[in-house]
């Protein structure tokens, strides 16, 4: 009982910036003998701290002035690691989930991926220079999620149907950093994505029930929240795109990154374009995917057509997760959003004029690059406070 009770206490640090026992009392039905109790443990084992009382800071205006409490948001730190296709970032944050230091770095080569020991040594230099960046006493950090471009069984593992690139964007980032905190979890990428969509002040899945965070970039990859509750599968595939070889007219899970550098390759070695076609004059072998974008809004017709092309398949794919989910929006996340923001524009107004009662909304992320990061911090902190009691504080150091 005294650890149900304690465990009430917490839930009501983590959401307010400072509490009283009456606070905690309206909430839980508590006496105020018991709040008292539980505070003053857990002042003792370094999760809450005893602020000024309530005449201290003028709120007070007759009898004993109230204890006041919150959260001791140095108390821990938490680490969310984006362990992406060509990029990798950490993020170390506080109990409140407040950036305290982060570090990136890209991966040497994009069109091949890289080694598992590459990718394991890049892995832990981000999270090093993280923590440096912080700073915080590598002894301080609680939990530490992983974000992976690939399906995660429970055990932290690619499924055992797993392809030998899921292998490789899950090289063994649980056994890494094993001794880094007390709790370490890997978890897809886009699963990490619909967290910080619902959690994140800037989210576009905040207040919904139901929706879908797409990453999109060389591949597809779908975190879905359903009914409020984000939706893994029984090996963690369930947000995976394979089924999209089946689908007629888009034929592959390839990202529209992937595909507009191919089309665009495609176009410009078939030596069809006209003289003046800003498109035609790139080089096949080093354009980018944002060359296409650009090549579009300087006026070049076989540009705007590959945007179409683009926005057509996206807007397939909407349509198709929005019949099999019946969700009220699509979020798309990933390098998409900087580089072919046209495409999604394109392929959101085809969804809002197509006339289909399940088509759902598709908004671009406002979260950035860092977004799986955020939520990875997100998760990190659930994981915490799942585990508060098996945890033991310490202490952050700061500048």
């Excluded at 000024?52 to 108390?75: F, H, I, N, Q, T």
């Excluded at 029984?234 to 089946?246: I, K, T, V």
């Excluded at 060359?291 to 179409?308: F, H, Q, R, S």
Aim: proline share 4%; charged share 20%; hydrophobic share 45%.
């Amino acid at each position: 009982m005294r650890r149900l009770n304690a465990r009430r206490v917490l839930d009501c640090a983590w959401g307010a910036a400072a509490f009283t026992a009456s606070d905690v009392m309206s909430t839980t039905g508590l006496t105020r003998s018991t709040v008292i109790g539980v505070c003053d443990q857990l002042v003792g084992t370094g999760w809450l701290q005893e602020l000024g009382d309530a005449r201290a800071v003028g709120d007070y205006r007759k009898g004993r002035p109230a204890r006041r409490y919150s959260l001791r948001d140095e108390a821990a730190a938490v680490i969310g690691v984006d362990a992406g296709f060509d990029r990798m970032s950490a993020t170390v944050a506080d109990l409140r989930g407040r950036t305290l230091g982060r570090a990136a770095a890209m991966l040497p080569t994009r069109a091949e991926g890289s080694d598992a020991g590459t990718r394991l040594a890049l892995a832990r230099r981000v999270v090093d220079d993280a923590i440096t960046a912080a700073p915080v006493d590598p002894g301080s950090v609680l939990a530490l999620t992983v974000g992976v471009p690939a399906p995660v069984a429970q055990n932290g593992a690619p499924p055992g149907y797993g392809t030998d690139f899921w292998h490789l964007m899950n090289p063994g980032y649980g056994r890494l950093f094993a001794v880094s905190a007390p709790i370490v979890t890997v978890e897809n990428d886009a699963n990490l994505a619909a967290i910080a969509e619902r959690s994140s002040t800037e989210g576009r899945g905040r207040q919904l029930d139901s929706f879908i965070a797409l990453l999109v970039g060389e591949g597809i990859g779908a975190g879905l929240m359903i009914d409020s509750r984000l939706v893994r599968g029984r090996q963690g595939g369930a947000g995976e795109m394979r089924f999209l070889d089946h689908v007629s007219g888009v034929g592959s899970a390839d990202g529209l990154a992937l595909c507009a550098r191919r089309w665009a390759a495609n176009a410009i070695r078939s030596r069809s374009l006209p003289a003046h076609s800003v498109l035609g004059r790139l080089d096949p072998v080093t354009l980018h995917e944002s060359d296409v974008t650009w090549a579009a809004e300087a006026g070049d017709p076989a540009a705007a057509a590959l945007l179409d092309q683009l926005a057509a398949r996206l807007a397939q794919i909407c349509l198709v997760l929005g019949a099999l989910l019946d969700v009220d929006r699509i979020i798309v996340g990933g390098s998409a959003v900087d580089s072919l923001p046209g495409a999604i524009r394109l392929a959101a107004t085809i969804l809002a004029d197509c006339g289909d009662p399940a088509s759902p909304e598709l908004v671009a992320s406002a979260l950035g690059v860092e977004a799986v990061a955020t939520g990875a911090v997100e998760h990190a902190l659930a994981r915490v406070r799942e585990q508060v009691f098996e945890l033991r504080p310490g202490v952050v150091r700061r500048q």
